[in-house]
């Protein structure tokens, strides 16, 4: 096999993926980045492209549609998507259409993605040396003990990925019978037993989870390939969700389903705690809200009514002025109130004066309030995007709040420091602290999975280390 890095294409419409994607793996592979479908097809002629990697959601063509377009000039490079939670189902629906090899889920996993693009390369390079053996079968006669050789070889690299993937892996036959399984098949469903027992395998599949014979099968009737999920019991009663991608294989004339099981129970779990982290943030900015229309200018609104309601009284005459002058001041109050509740909506100064001005300007109201030292260092001159300088200022009020409500900080630090295109954030409190595996695993931490969720949305990472009465320090490291 040659040392020569493996060429991969990464079309994606947003150039922070396409620039994070780049500095992730340019190490590794020999990366070429487009923003559009529009050059894909120069690229793949000037080049020996192995793995296309197409963002579903662009707005001039969608991944399938170009991947479809494609796909008779070019079948035997290996096409994946990349999609958003919103696009699951289409995505689901174009892979029996088009042939894809796999989707992923944005946003992607780099170990996960790098597993992915090792796994088509494999899948092109299996495909390219069979293709090169079939051909050379069919030219001389001569070169079948060579083929023969270079078969067997391939027959060692299968079984070698086979025995040693992380994932399960079974073979069906025509019968509804697992002729083949791996260990890992075996270590999901049975942790008590240590070898793979084909025929006990078979009997407890068949008693509690038949759909992992009847619904691979469907392969044997035309389709090509298809990916499912399903909720499984093991033996030990453990409920297990797993990712199940079926493909049709062919071994001495006959046909045969290659079925590959992946645990995604704590991916599915992650999910669920982000989504109820995002629901409980909505509903309480949505109760602080409400609670500030009601009981701040609610009243302010319902004494003005009273005073415009005496003044067209004809009848009162007394104290008139007084009355005015107090409609006006009872006016002012209610136009601060409500520039007050814009300002928590959207901070105007973050969108005329930036991310450390915004800061700033909160902390200068609740400075004195809170009786909290804060201190602020910044190197950040110029702006960032405006969608990252948003999402950025609701992660750092997420830490600011977590530090006054929960640790009962003296003393928060935060730092801005810029060094090219990395930005570096850091929160620090001396606070009571936590355990932040117990929080995370417990799920306890709403606020925690909503700034990482916040942060991993524009492509950064969060770091969080915490001693329980020593203080909490949060990094947030992303590309601008």
């Given at each position: 096999?040659?040392?020569?890095?493996?060429?991969?294409?990464?079309?994606?419409?947003?150039?922070?993926?396409?620039?994070?994607?780049r500095e992730y793996f340019e190490d590794t592979y020999r990366v070429i980045i487009l923003p559009s479908t529009e050059d894909a097809l120069k690229i793949l002629k000037r080049n020996k492209v192995k793995v296309i990697i197409s963002d579903q959601c662009m707005p001039d063509e969608t991944g399938t549609d170009f991947i479809k377009r494609i796909n008779p000039e070019y079948p035997d490079v290996i096409k994946m998507i990349l999609t958003a939670y919103t696009d699951y189902d289409?995505?689901?629906?174009?892979?029996?259409?088009?042939?894809?090899?796999?989707?992923?889920?944005?946003?992607?996993?780099a170990t996960e993605m790098k597993n992915s693009i090792d796994s088509a390369i494999r899948e092109y390079d299996l495909r390219y040396e069979n293709k090169a053996l079939l051909f050379a079968l069919k030219q001389k006669n001569e070169a079948l003990n060579l083929a023969y050789n270079k078969l067997e070889e391939n027959e060692k690299k299968f079984r070698s990925i086979f025995a040693n993937s992380n994932d399960g892996i079974y073979i069906l036959n025509g019968e509804r019978k697992v002729i083949e399984a791996n260990q890992a098949l075996n270590n999901l469903l049975f942790k008590k037993?240590?070898?793979?027992?084909?025929d006990y395998l078979n009997q407890f599949i068949k008693t509690t989870c038949p759909v992992l014979l009847d619904k691979p099968l469907e392969l044997l009737h035309g389709t090509a390939s298809f990916i499912f999920e399903l909720e499984i019991?093991?033996?030990?009663?453990?409920?297990?969700?797993?990712?199940?991608?079926?493909?049709?294989?062919?071994y001495n004339d006959d046909h045969y389903v290659l079925s590959v099981v992946r645990d995604i129970s704590e991916r599915r779990m992650f999910e669920k705690k982000i989504v109820n982290a995002i629901i409980q943030t909505q509903e309480d900015d949505q109760s602080r809200y409400a609670r500030e229309l009601h009981d701040g200018l609610g009243p302010l609104l319902s004494t003005i009514k009273m005073h415009v309601e005496w003044l067209a009284n004809s009848s009162n005459t007394t104290n008139k002025d007084k009355i005015i002058e107090h409609s006006i001041h009872t006016i002012d109050n209610a136009i601060r109130s409500v520039k007050e509740i814009a300002n928590s909506l959207s901070p105007h100064i973050l969108q005329r004066f930036g991310l450390v001005n915004a800061v700033n300007s909160y902390i200068d109201r609740?400075?004195?309030?809170?009786?909290?030292?804060?201190?602020v260092s910044s190197n950040l001159k110029e702006r960032i995007p405006g969608n990252m300088e948003i999402i950025m200022y609701r992660a750092i009020m997420e830490c600011i709040n977590n530090s006054v409500k929960h640790a009962e900080a003296k003393k928060i630090i935060l730092k801005f420091n810029k060094q090219k295109n990395n930005l570096l954030i850091s929160c620090s409190d001396d606070g009571k602290g936590f355990d932040t595996q117990k929080v995370l695993t417990e799920g306890k931490g709403m606020g925690l999975f909503n700034i990482q969720n916040r942060i991993k949305h524009i492509g950064g990472e969060v770091e969080i280390a915490s001693k329980p009465n020593v203080g909490t320090d949060m990094i947030f490291r992303i590309k601008v």
């Amino acid at each position: 096999m040659s040392s020569e890095k493996s060429t991969i294409l990464y079309i994606d419409d947003d150039l922070l993926n396409l620039e994070i994607f780049r500095e992730y793996f340019e190490d590794t592979y020999r990366v070429i980045i487009l923003p559009s479908t529009e050059d894909a097809l120069k690229i793949l002629k000037r080049n020996k492209v192995k793995v296309i990697i197409s963002d579903q959601c662009m707005p001039d063509e969608t991944g399938t549609d170009f991947i479809k377009r494609i796909n008779p000039e070019y079948p035997d490079v290996i096409k994946m998507i990349l999609t958003a939670y919103t696009d699951y189902d289409a995505a689901l629906e174009a892979i029996n259409e088009v042939g894809i090899y796999k989707y992923l889920l944005k946003p992607w996993d780099a170990t996960e993605m790098k597993n992915s693009i090792d796994s088509a390369i494999r899948e092109y390079d299996l495909r390219y040396e069979n293709k090169a053996l079939l051909f050379a079968l069919k030219q001389k006669n001569e070169a079948l003990n060579l083929a023969y050789n270079k078969l067997e070889e391939n027959e060692k690299k299968f079984r070698s990925i086979f025995a040693n993937s992380n994932d399960g892996i079974y073979i069906l036959n025509g019968e509804r019978k697992v002729i083949e399984a791996n260990q890992a098949l075996n270590n999901l469903l049975f942790k008590k037993k240590k070898t793979c027992d084909l025929d006990y395998l078979n009997q407890f599949i068949k008693t509690t989870c038949p759909v992992l014979l009847d619904k691979p099968l469907e392969l044997l009737h035309g389709t090509a390939s298809f990916i499912f999920e399903l909720e499984i019991t093991t033996e030990n009663g453990d409920d297990k969700t797993v990712e199940i991608n079926c493909s049709g294989i062919s071994y001495n004339d006959d046909h045969y389903v290659l079925s590959v099981v992946r645990d995604i129970s704590e991916r599915r779990m992650f999910e669920k705690k982000i989504v109820n982290a995002i629901i409980q943030t909505q509903e309480d900015d949505q109760s602080r809200y409400a609670r500030e229309l009601h009981d701040g200018l609610g009243p302010l609104l319902s004494t003005i009514k009273m005073h415009v309601e005496w003044l067209a009284n004809s009848s009162n005459t007394t104290n008139k002025d007084k009355i005015i002058e107090h409609s006006i001041h009872t006016i002012d109050n209610a136009i601060r109130s409500v520039k007050e509740i814009a300002n928590s909506l959207s901070p105007h100064i973050l969108q005329r004066f930036g991310l450390v001005n915004a800061v700033n300007s909160y902390i200068d109201r609740i400075r004195d309030t809170l009786k909290i030292e804060f201190v602020v260092s910044s190197n950040l001159k110029e702006r960032i995007p405006g969608n990252m300088e948003i999402i950025m200022y609701r992660a750092i009020m997420e830490c600011i709040n977590n530090s006054v409500k929960h640790a009962e900080a003296k003393k928060i630090i935060l730092k801005f420091n810029k060094q090219k295109n990395n930005l570096l954030i850091s929160c620090s409190d001396d606070g009571k602290g936590f355990d932040t595996q117990k929080v995370l695993t417990e799920g306890k931490g709403m606020g925690l999975f909503n700034i990482q969720n916040r942060i991993k949305h524009i492509g950064g990472e969060v770091e969080i280390a915490s001693k329980p009465n020593v203080g909490t320090d949060m990094i947030f490291r992303i590309k601008v």
